[in-house]
């Protein structure tokens, strides 16, 4: 469960439309250069969407638990 009650959660969203069928590596390597090669950090979300804004991807990177 994605508690968003956080105050540290960052949420990046994609305005182009993003192609649905890369994979979750793809999406990553879009996110990244979209960020200036940034890696992202933990607690924070990117949000993919397709041309027709009727579906969504969610990359979500949390805190390891231990």
Known sequence: MIALGQ??????????PCD??????GLYDTACQHLDGNRLWREST???TNKRRNRIKLLYFGVPRT
């Open 7 to 16: 105050a540290s959660l960052k949420i990046h969203l994609a305005l182009d």
């Open 20 to 25: 649905m069928r890369k994979s979750f590596n």
């Open 46 to 48: 990117c949000v993919f």
